[in-house]
Structure formats: structure tokens, C-alpha cells
Nanobody, 132 residues
Framework: QEHLVESGGGSVQAGGSLRLSCSASEYTYKSYCLGWFRQAPGKEREAVAGIASSGVIVYVDDVKGRFTISEDYAKHTLYLQMDNMKPEDTAMYYC??????????????????????????WGQGTQVTVSS
């Protein structure tokens, strides 16, 4: 059973940066994909970015060029570097892990669908607030 713990959330002004971390106790899947998701108040949870053990990386359009997903396999830790942040990035951010075969290159809606495939096991979330 995966145990994922997010950290690094906080408050930042528009244009600022934050780096989120997600530590895993172990990787249940030999081949896996890791994803970042977010949920703003009153809205559904949405995909942000995904990275697979195969090297595939996928971003949704809203964060391309501003967010960077990366992983330190030895530490079983996932990161999300968020730069040039906007008030609309305000949300609870969650990490999740799933089988890597579900993450394939994609654009637009296809990117959201493929990242969602990484959502088998979830962390508890970390709050990010961006003020204007």
C-alpha cells in the first residue's frame, strides 16, 4: 500500500514560485507514473502534470512553461516546481501514483485524461494560495 505525503505548500504573491514535494514510502508498481493534481474550492479535482518511469512527461495546457515536474527515484520523491504563479493556481495540490502504462504523451484534453490514469493511490494534499 502506497503512503504519499505532500509538502511545500504555502502562500505566495502572483509571479512568485513554490516547490512542492511528495514523498512515497515505496513504489507499489515496478513501472509507474506519478501525477500532480489540484482542486480549487467549489471545483472538481483536475490534473496538472504527470511523469512516468519510462521518462514520459505530460503537462496540462494551463501550466505549460510555468510548472516543472521531476522525480528523485532514489529518494522516492516527486517534485513540482511552480514559477510565475497566478491567482488561479490557488488550490489544494495532491500527488498520486499509478501504473506507468496509463501515462502517454498527449495535448489538451488527452493530457488531462492520461495524467488522471496515475491516480490509484493519493496523498492528503498541501494547500497553495496565490494572491494578486
Amino acid at each position: 500500500q502506497e503512503h504519499l505525503v505532500e509538502s511545500g505548500g504555502g502562500s505566495v504573491q502572483a509571479g512568485g514560485s513554490l516547490r512542492l514535494s511528495c514523498s512515497a514510502s515505496e513504489y507499489t508498481y515496478k513501472s509507474y507514473c506519478l501525477g500532480w493534481f489540484r482542486q480549487a474550492p467549489g471545483k472538481e479535482r483536475e490534473a496538472v502534470a504527470g511523469i512516468a518511469s519510462s521518462g514520459v512527461i505530460v503537462y496540462v495546457d494551463d501550466v505549460k512553461g510555468r510548472f516543472t515536474i521531476s522525480e528523485d527515484y532514489a529518494k522516492h520523491t516527486l517534485y513540482l516546481q511552480m514559477d510565475n504563479m497566478k491567482p488561479e493556481d490557488t488550490a489544494m495540490y495532491y500527488c498520486a501514483i499509478g501504473p506507468f502504462s496509463r501515462l502517454v504523451p498527449g495535448e489538451g484534453m488527452a493530457a488531462k485524461v492520461t495524467i488522471a490514469g496515475c491516480g490509484d493511490y493519493w496523498g492528503q494534499g498541501t494547500q497553495v494560495t496565490v494572491s494578486s
